[in-house]
C-alpha cells in the first residue's frame, strides 16, 4: 500500500472497523456493519462524493 492509503487504514483501524496484521487488512464485526462506509474511505473524493449524494 502506498502512503495515503496507510494513513486511511490506520485511522479506519483506531476507529476499530478494520484490523492489520503488517500483511493483511479486514474487517471488524463492527467494520462489516458499515462496510460500505468503510470502503468509501478508500475512494478518490470525488468519487466518494458522488456515493453520498444517492
Partial sequence: ???PE????ERVVNDGLLTFDG???RLTARGR???NDVFQEFLEPEVAAACHER
Wanted: no cysteine; net charge negative.
Fill in 1 to 3: 500500500m502506498v502512503v
Fill in 6 to 9: 496507510m494513513e486511511i487504514v
Fill in 33 to 35: 456493519l458499515i462496510s
Fill in 23 to 25: 500483511e493483511r487488512v
